[in-house]
């Protein structure tokens, strides 16, 4: 049998790609107007946007520019910072470990960080010794105790904020209550140090960012990509208008100054397509493009209620390093996800979260500090509810 020209068919296939293309992002058409109405308002410079499955990006869009007062339009590979959108990345390279056998999630923090040994707890007032010590898992959890460092020098090495914070007493009983605290994921950042035998940000590129090509995630941004850095506002409720500000997590240092430690608790850089791809890694359960990062059963660990009955956010327990949605009546911006779906927002706004009953995941990403709750925005809302209407929701 004679064989087709290979070339003549791609001719022939390429238009019909390129209609499938243009429908699936017609699906997704309402979402831009929703997210320009906040650009023209002037409630945000601009707004990156991203909805995925497991296995591929079903809508990627852009508006708005990187800063007000410039004239670069936003585009989707711009660069943001993601907060604690850290949390559950600083969160994976633990896991890692326990996956390696290297450690337990249930190890003492002192086992590894000796400096923890001695830790005290504020009890009404007093200085009282530990019911129990705290654990990894504590840590991950937020249930540990330990409070924030505040003041600190903008250099100041993993090793010594361990030390530092060692230093202070718990605020409570180990698991006795639920209490956010970014400080306590920055040092696991220091365990991965610790036990993994070599820097953080090296272990973390290694074991997740390049295996799972997050060219563009980094607690640095390199010079030559500043220019794709979206910039940080504030909002002036009295002005009704956002001012650019510093981001506090950097201590007045530059976006670029790598003397900065690597703080996985809100110290990463990030860009939507590249948080995409760690969600898709969790959503299939663990490894994406034939790259293993953790054991099925492990990404089940980390993404199920581990806090028992205290009380952390509404209808939002906590998991190993994730917040997960167990009513999602609670927030108005959960409204749209299943319960059991995972992730977690940023201090300035960005936001990730994965659905595993519908295999979708939606990033959010604009820097807006000072306008309400961050994982309640009224651009989260309205994002997805655009998004809810091309899914036929």
């Not at 504590?138 to 090793?159: K, Q, S, W, Y």
């Not at 608790?265 to 995409?276: H, K, N």
């Not at 659905?355 to 651009?379: C, E």
């Amino acid at each position: 049998m004679k064989l087709q020209n290979p070339v003549r068919s791609l001719t022939l296939l390429l238009p019909i790609a390129g209609i499938l293309l243009a429908q699936q992002s017609d699906r997704f058409a309402a979402i831009a107007p929703r997210m320009q109405e906040f650009v023209d308002k002037g409630e945000a410079a601009g707004v990156v946007t991203l909805i995925a499955t497991k296995d591929r990006v079903l809508h990627l869009g852009a508006v708005g520019k990187t800063e007000v007062a410039g004239d670069r339009k936003m585009r989707t590979d711009d660069i943001f910072w993601i907060a604690s959108m850290s949390k559950p990345i600083a969160a994976v390279c633990i896991a890692i470990l326990a996956d390696d056998g290297t450690l337990s999630f249930d190890d003492p923090l002192a086992k590894h960080l000796p400096e923890f040994a001695g830790a005290m707890v504020n009890e009404n007032g007093q200085t009282v010794k530990p019911s129990r010590p705290v654990t990894l898992r504590d840590v991950l959890t937020h249930t540990g105790g330990l409070g924030e460092m505040t003041n600190r020098d903008p250099h100041l090495t993993l090793a010594e904020t361990s030390r530092k914070l060692s230093q202070q007493p718990l605020r409570f009983q180990p698991g006795s209550r639920w209490a956010y605290s970014t400080a306590g994921i920055d040092i696991l950042g220091r365990v991965v140090e610790v036990a993994g035998g070599m820097p953080f940000d090296e272990f973390l590129r290694k074991r997740v960012l390049d295996p799972l090509g997050m060219k563009d995630t980094s607690f640095w941004i390199a010079p030559e990509k500043e220019s794709r850095w979206a910039h940080p506002y504030r909002w002036n409720a009295q002005t009704g208008k956002l001012e650019e500000t510093t981001i506090p997590y950097l201590y007045k240092t530059a976006v670029t100054d790598r003397q900065r430690p690597p703080l996985g608790g809100a110290g990463l850089f990030s860009t939507a397509e590249d948080v995409a791809r760690f969600y898709r890694m969790m959503l299939n359960q663990g490894s994406l493009n034939g790259k293993r990062i953790l054991k099925p059963e492990t990404v089940a660990e980390m993404t199920r209620k581990q806090t028992g009955v205290l009380t952390a956010r509404p209808g939002m327990p906590w998991g190993l390093g994730f917040c997960v949605v167990e009513d999602p009546a609670k927030m108005s911006a959960n409204s749209v996800l299943s319960p059991g779906s995972f992730g977690h927002g940023g201090a300035f706004s960005t936001q990730s979260w994965a659905d595993s009953a519908r295999d979708l995941i939606s990033i959010l990403m604009f820097q807006r500090d000072g306008k309400g709750n961050p994982d309640n925005s009224d651009v989260r809302i309205a994002f997805q509810e655009a998004a809810a209407k091309g899914l036929g929701r």
